[in-house]
C-alpha cells in the first residue's frame, strides 16, 4: 500500500507544487500582528534589571552590616557605661588574676608539670571569661553579663590564690625535709 501512495505523490507532485503562499503573504502577516511581544520583553528586562538591583542592594547592606559587627567586637563595649561601679570591680579583679597568673608563671621553670596542671583549671575559666565578654555587647542585660565577668574573675583570683598557696606549702615541705635530712 505504501508503494502505491508514494507512485500516487511522485504521479501527480505538480498539482501539490501549486499550493505554495505567495511571496509576500508573510510579511503582510507580521503587519497585521500586534507588537505585544515586544513589550513583554521590555516588561522583562525591567523586572530582571530590578531584581539584580534589589539582590546588590542587599548584599551591599549584608557585607556592610558584617562589616559593621566586627567593628563592634574589635572596639568592644565600655564597661562604665553599663555600671561604672562594676567597671572598677572588674578592672581590679582583672588586675589581680593578671598578676596571680604572673606569679603562677614563675613556677613553670622549676616544675613544669605542676604548672601545666594548674593552667588548664585556668584556661577553662578564662574561656568562660572570654565567652561572656563576647557576648556582653548583644545581651538584652548587659549589667549581669557583667555581673557574671566580675564572679568569674573572683573565682579566679581564688583558684589562683589556692594554688599559689599550695606551691608554698609544697616548697615549705620541701625545705623542711631538706633541713630533717641534714639535722639526722
Same mark, same amino acid.
Given at each position: 500500500m505504501s508503494k502505491r501512495l508514494e507512485d500516487f505523490i511522485r504521479a501527480n507532485r505538480e498539482e501539490f507544487d501549486d499550493l505554495e503562499p505567495r511571496a509576500g503573504l508573510w510579511a503582510e502577516i507580521e503587519?497585521?500582528?500586534? $507588537? *505585544?511581544?515586544?513589550? /513583554? $520583553?521590555?516588561? =522583562?528586562? %525591567? &523586572?530582571?534589571?530590578?531584581? /539584580?538591583?534589589?539582590?546588590t542592594v542587599i548584599l551591599v547592606m549584608g557585607v556592610s552590616f558584617v562589616v559593621f559587627l566586627k567593628s563592634i567586637e574589635k572596639r568592644g563595649i565600655d564597661l562604665a557605661d553599663i555600671n561604672p561601679e562594676y567597671a572598677k570591680q572588674q578592672m581590679h579583679y582583672a588586675s589581680l588574676v593578671e598578676t596571680k597568673r604572673t606569679e603562677l608563671k614563675q613556677i613553670?621553670?622549676?616544675? @613544669?608539670? #605542676?604548672?601545666? *596542671?594548674?593552667?588548664?583549671? &585556668?584556661?577553662?575559666?578564662? %574561656?568562660?571569661?572570654?565567652? #561572656? !565578654? %563576647?557576648?556582653?555587647?548583644? %545581651? @538584652?542585660?548587659?549589667?549581669?553579663?557583667?555581673?557574671?565577668?566580675?564572679? !568569674?574573675?573572683? &573565682?579566679? =583570683? $581564688?583558684?589562683?590564690?589556692q594554688q599559689l598557696s599550695a606551691i608554698e606549702q609544697y616548697n615549705q615541705d620541701k625545705k623542711d625535709q631538706k633541713n630533717e635530712t641534714k639535722n639526722i
Open positions: 503587519k497585521q500582528l500586534p $507588537e *505585544e511581544p515586544k513589550k /513583554r $520583553e521590555a516588561k =522583562t528586562f %525591567s &523586572i530582571g534589571f530590578v531584581l /539584580r538591583v534589589a539582590a613553670a621553670k622549676s616544675d @613544669p608539670a #605542676l604548672y601545666q *596542671e594548674f593552667s588548664k583549671e &585556668i584556661a577553662q575559666m578564662d %574561656s568562660t571569661y572570654k565567652k #561572656l !565578654n %563576647s557576648d556582653l555587647a548583644n %545581651s @538584652p542585660n548587659q549589667e549581669l553579663v557583667l555581673r557574671a565577668m566580675i564572679q !568569674n574573675l573572683q &573565682i579566679q =583570683t $581564688e583558684v589562683l590564690n
